[in-house]
């Protein structure tokens, strides 16, 4: 991998030059193949997924949440969980191999289904930083949350990384009040409460920034699902309004090509939701370790094809001339148990986002 360097962006600085907005990381190298996973228990012994992943040569992985089952209010404890994973050798070849860019979900940040409510958030991250080597000077080591931005490669080719973190500013989710339907799994419904929040708004005004950075394909990283909204579990649609933001800024900036990946459920899946103006797809990965047949039978409109109860991973191989890509999902044979090939001109959304 090619070095990197990361630049520091305040947000005020962007209006007050006119100076185009900078990512908060960003290496030059071009990058064509890119994996991802999540739901990875390591007191489950070491997941057949690294030497699958690995078959593929991914020159990027993202940890998407549930990297640990971490949950505790005991920081020594937290930390000899991530002392287990980091001693897997699985994990050491993948970060020998790959660049590693992380964000959590519930059981590493700390508390199942948690969120800004957690006591020990601020503990829990500096831990989760010092984990996965994050520079001293990092511009994650002077914020509120792991959310950040990178970018990899030049004009014509540059991948932009938007890893959020759907969990440090989220206020508690609403629990359903009538009976759950068939096909819903989970105990949420969602709010018509325009206050609540799960991003947060500084980590709002920072991604709109960031959606302005030059990028010739964008990734949205969320922990949990972005548009499968029927579970009953934690997804973006129990806050309706934010996920309604997060369209609404991807069309007033346009922002395509781009797509979202995701983990949490303990299955794999592809949904597709025409959001007016074009289609938003989101790549479901879960989980390296941890699978449930009884919630990968949960309701999703948006599905595409069927859904995955496997150990898998993510897998995303772009062809830059083509201006095209795959979305896959990888099993513990390293077999392509999902393809979609989408042409960028697929990933665009037009509209004026008001």
Not at 2 to 29: Q, R, T, Y
Not at 31 to 50: H, L, Q, V
Not at 281 to 299: K, P
Request: charged letters at 25%.
């Amino acid at each position: 991998m090619a070095g990197f360097f990361f630049f520091s962006l305040g947000l005020g600085s962007v209006a007050a030059d006119g100076s185009v907005p900078k990512p908060d990381f960003h290496e030059e190298e071009v990058i064509t193949k890119i994996s991802f996973g999540a739901c990875n228990d390591p007191r489950k012994g070491e997941s057949p997924m690294y030497a699958a992943i690995l078959k593929h040569q991914p020159q990027v992985f993202v940890f998407l949440g549930d990297n640990i089952y971490g949950d505790t209010h005991d920081m020594k404890v937290l930390q000899t969980k991530y002392g287990e994973l980091g001693s897997q050798p699985g994990f050491v070849r993948l970060r020998e191999k790959a660049k590693l860019l992380a964000t959590w979900d519930d059981h590493d940040y700390g508390v199942n289904d948690g969120g800004k409510s957690y006591k020990m958030r601020v503990e829990s991250q500096k831990i989760f930083l010092d984990f996965f080597g994050e520079p001293t000077d990092s511009p994650r080591r002077k914020r509120e949350g792991v959310y950040f931005s990178h970018t990899f490669g030049g004009e014509g080719k540059r991948c932009q990384f938007l890893v959020l973190d759907t969990r440090y500013f989220r206020d508690e989710l609403p629990r359903a009040k009538e009976k759950p339907k068939k096909g819903t799994v989970g105990w949420y419904a969602p709010t018509d409460d325009r206050s609540k929040t799960l991003l947060g708004e500084v980590q709002w005004k920072w991604l709109e920034v960031q959606l302005k950075v030059p990028a010739d394909l964008r990734i949205i990283c969320s922990s949990i699902q972005i548009l499968a909204v029927e579970k009953g579990m934690e997804n973006w649609g129990l806050v309706p309004h934010e996920q309604e933001r997060l369209f609404r800024l991807l069309k007033k900036h346009d922002a395509g090509p781009v797509f979202g990946i995701s983990g949490d459920v303990h299955f794999a899946e592809l949904s597709r939701q025409d959001v007016g103006g074009g289609f938003f797809y989101d790549l479901t990965s879960s989980g390296m370790t941890n699978t449930s047949a009884s919630w990968a039978r949960a309701h999703n409109s948006f599905r595409v094809g069927q859904s995955h109860p496997v150990k898998n991973a993510g897998l995303i191989e772009i062809d830059w001339e083509a201006e095209s890509l795959e979305l896959a999902i990888i099993n513990e044979k390293a077999e392509k148990i999902l393809s979609e090939p989408l042409k960028f001109g697929e990933l665009k959304l037009t509209g004026d986002g008001k």
